[in-house]
């Protein structure tokens, strides 16, 4: 099968680097809201917490709206395009209504701040897209720092 060709677009310059953060978007194919139901959206994120069990990233943080996902995460030492097949591929068989869109979005997160910046910005999606009037009436979002008493915690050191 033919490449498209933006998603081909998309993996220019794409490094993997293990140990590096990325901030990842994808798609449902065709934008469908496959995650208005919450027990589809909970079976995406039971992968998310699958592949940190299996040692391939670490999540950071994450929101997932109804049509996509937006993802910080560490990766451990395999390619950032393995972790995103692995994700794809096992939220599809674990919800079954689920279809991806080929291809996604990254970019590597720099430092601590601005780590803490994209963290901001996607968990504050469901409020700007009016989904819920205050972030913790939105049930498919976390953040390691909820539960970390200081940045070294989440390893970068303030």
């Not at 993997?16 to 953060?21: E, R």
């Not at 109804?66 to 591929?89: F, I, M, N, T, Y």
């Not at 996604?104 to 963290?119: E, G, I, P, S, T």
Request: proline share 6%.
């Amino acid at each position: 099968m033919k490449t498209p060709p933006r998603q081909h677009a998309l993996r220019k310059g794409r490094v993997s680097l293990p140990g590096q953060v990325y901030l990842i978007t994808t798609v449902t194919r065709h934008r469908a809201p496959v995650f208005e139901d919450l027990f589809a959206g909970r079976g995406l994120v039971r992968q998310l917490y699958r592949l940190q069990q299996l040692e391939e990233a670490d999540t950071l943080s994450y929101v997932v709206m109804p049509d996509h996902l937006h993802w910080l995460c560490q990766l451990r030492a395999v390619s950032l395009e393995r972790v995103v097949k692995l994700l794809k591929g096992s939220s599809s068989r674990t919800v079954p209504a689920l279809t991806w869109q080929p291809g996604f979005h990254d970019q590597a997160v720099r430092n601590h701040h601005q780590l803490k910046a994209h963290a901001r910005y996607m968990i504050a999606n469901p409020l700007r897209a009016g989904l819920v009037d205050r972030i913790g009436a939105y049930p498919l979002w976390d953040a390691v720092w909820l539960k970390a008493d200081t940045e070294a915690d989440w390893g970068w050191g303030g």
